[in-house]
């Protein structure tokens, strides 16, 4: 190129080198510097560079040096290389992007020079034509050259790309890795910070109460000292002896009176009742405890039918000063329920305007046993009892099947399998108590409302799981601010 372009320059026109050089914008101010190879190929000269390493391989030995000290540098060290080394990348890419503007140049430039040598190849003849045609594969030539740099210059984009991207990652990374192990050792520090000061006021604290101790202990062993002396002086051993024995003494005798006193008052009930049963005409037979039945029954001669008589029971208060009337027990046998523990039952029989009334002697007193089951029953979410439907709203019920009466801690159930004949959560309209009619099963049978409108009367298995299911119930419905009672009652 160098060599023929003083040929060239001395036949063309002024005016069409203006024209290919007036709106191309070199980076340089001189062409590059090429020579004719075998067969016309244009080689690039070595250009002579005196300025060391290329930023590349500089980023690249960087990066491998940090890759084998990583382990040897601190966090911060780490993060700082990361970032020197983002910053070159940066560098690089802003070269890259002059270096890609530069060849789109070169490509324009190279398309006029051969706009403009084809324009002269049709002007010029003889050797001058082939000097031309010489010039055109030459441009040519140069244009092949030119775009296998763009690729080198592409394939050297997308790598620093890479690597700028790596290194950002990276120091990204170190970054929040640096305020992580801040934030640890702030945390440490004020953690031992508090330490320290709690184990200052910790040893303050024992130097106070060590002294505070030290005083209180000597003061205590001078009191100790002088009431053993004291007691030494006023009493000799013999004595205290014998002032145990006699408290000893009067102990033992004080446990013998109180059982005498009490087997007293028990012969003093005893004869009490009897000489009522002589002047009265009715009396109760059956245990006065939980779990039994009490029936009326006449004990004189002169005492009417009792089916000819009207009959009521009643709960009276242990001190007497509240008879309550007992609504629909009005049978000769009645089933103590768990309302009438402590209280004394009465019955009132009523014939001819006469009345005659009849009590237990005491309060009812609670089965053995049936505390601690209904405990282990509280234990559980649910208690479940095996029932039989008697009633239902008042009518015998026809079937005999089993069913489950379950109480819940919010709500009761009544159901066959997968049949739920009721399921009501407990409420002011809700009723249950024992069954206050009359027959044998009276004491295994509990009267219960779900709603109005629907009752049910059911036999359970034993008395005891018929009481427990009552007192179970009453305890859950308590707890919901619901007081379960029979009809009329009052607690």
Known sequence: MTRISPEIQEKMEIESVLAVSSDVSFVSHCFPKYKIGPENQILEEPKEDNKGPSLKEVVERETVQLSEQHKRLSVRDLASKFDKNLAAAAKLADEAKLRE?????????????RDALEALRGQMAGQNKDDVEKA????????VKLTQKEGELIQEKFEVKKLANFLKQASEDAKKLVNQERSFACAEIESARAVVQRFGEAL???????ENS??????????????????????QPSKVMDMEHELRALRTLIREKSIFSVKLQKELAMSKRAEEKKSCLYVLEGSETLGSCLTLKPCSNNALQLSKCSI??????????????????????????????????EADVISNGQKATVSTAGPIESAAGLGSYVETLLRKSSSEFNVVISQMNGQDHSSHSTHVFNV?????????????????????SMQLCGVRGDGNAAAKSLFWQPRKGLSYVLTFESERERNAAIMIARKYA????????GPDDRT
């Open 136 to 143: 055109i594969s030459m441009v040519e030539a140069l244009a």
């Open 408 to 428: 819940g801690k919010m709500r009761i159930k009544l159901c066959r399998g997968w049949i739920t004949k009721s399921r009501e959560i407990y409420s002011t």
């Open 101 to 113: 503007a530069a060849s789109l140049e070169g490509h324009v430039l190279l398309k006029k020079l």
């Open 312 to 345: 009521q029971w009643y709960r009276v208060s242990s001190d007497g000063d509240r008879r309550d009337k007992i609504l629909g027990a009005n049978k000769l046998t009645y089933a103590p329920e768990p309302l009438d523990v402590g209280q004394v039952l």
């Open 214 to 235: 030290k005083t209180q202990e000597v003061e205590g062993l001078i009191e100790e000292v002088q009431e053993a002396r004291r007691i030494k002086l006023l009493h």
């Open 478 to 485: 308590l707890d919901c601010n619901v007081t379960l009672v």
């Open 204 to 210: 303050d604290e024992q130097e106070r109460n060590t």
